[in-house]
């Protein structure tokens, strides 16, 4: 490199270094690390102090957004509770006989008060109404609407193993199917819940005439632990009853 590059390059970087020394603000600060950090910090918000009430109206709007919601939700619920209170003074909903009324009163409180309280509420009371008046498929609807709407998955299961029992009872073996089916994806017990839609499984398959899956579903259930969930032997012997009943494959 020849000398006079070599001088041009020198130049070059200490010119740099006087550019950095000149707009260095805090190049002589005298204090600690964490002082200099604080005095940098502020000199970072007065320097961008647009930016900075930006994001902080930003935040306020969304925070004050956030209670709003809240307090117009609570109001919700809590206008949805009394008129249920209301609800159940009503003299049809404690009739004897056809729950018909009742299931009317129901599906209006349903559709003027939709918050995800108002709807199980009004779903479960529905559905207590239609299993006492025996009409199953009906209440299968209603369980299965209610598997769709709670969020634990231990609800979900009890609610689609309830819509199977009561579509099965109905004569709904597809219908009953799906809903054991959906159970058993969710479920992680290994004892009574598992082999008891099981077997719900093996007899909406044989009534759907899906003999040959039948014999598969059954073996899954023999297979099932014992001694740790003795609960499942009276599930497995009337399993294994009703898969050596001929005439029930023939039917």
């Known amino acids: 490199m020849s000398t006079k590059r070599l001088h041009r390059k020198k130049t070059v970087e200490k010119a740099h270094q006087v550019h950095e020394a000149v707009y260095d603000l805090f190049a002589g600060f005298e204090g600690s690390k964490y002082e200099l950090m604080v005095a940098k910090f502020f000199y970072y918000?007065?320097?961008?102090?647009?930016?900075v009430?930006?994001?902080?109206g930003a935040g306020f709007i969304t925070l004050v957004g956030l209670v709003v919601y809240d307090i117009y939700q609570t109001s919700r619920e809590d206008k949805a509770l009394l008129a249920y209170e209301e609800l159940l003074k009503n003299p049809v909903m404690t009739a004897a006989a056809d729950p018909s009324a009742a299931v009317?009163?129901?599906?209006?409180?349903?559709?003027?008060?939709?918050?995800?309280?108002a709807v199980r509420r009004g779903l479960m009371h529905?559905?207590?109404l239609l299993e006492k008046a025996d009409r199953k498929k009906d209440a299968a609807e209603v369980a299965s609407q209610l598997a769709e709407k709670v969020e634990a998955p231990s609800l979900k299961v009890f609610m689609y193993t309830r819509a199977a029992i009561l579509y099965e009872g109905a004569g709904e073996a597809g219908a009953s199917l799906t809903a054991a089916e959906k159970a058993l994806t969710l479920t992680s017990d290994e004892g009574e819940i598992k082999a008891t839609l099981l077997f719900l499984q093996a007899?909406?398959?044989?009534?759907?005439?899906?003999?040959?899956?039948?014999?598969?579903v059954v073996e899954t259930l023999m297979k099932m632990d014992e001694k740790t969930h003795p609960e499942v032997v009276p599930i497995k012997q009337a399993a294994l009853v009703f898969l050596l009943d001929e005439s029930a494959g023939g039917k």
């Open 45 to 51: 918000l007065r320097d961008n102090i647009r930016a």
């Open 53 to 56: 009430l930006f994001a902080v």
């Open 104 to 117: 009317r009163k129901l599906d209006e409180y349903t559709a003027a008060h939709t918050t995800d309280n």
């Open 126 to 128: 529905k559905l207590a």
């Open 203 to 216: 007899r909406a398959l044989r009534a759907t005439g899906k003999e040959s899956a039948v014999r598969q």
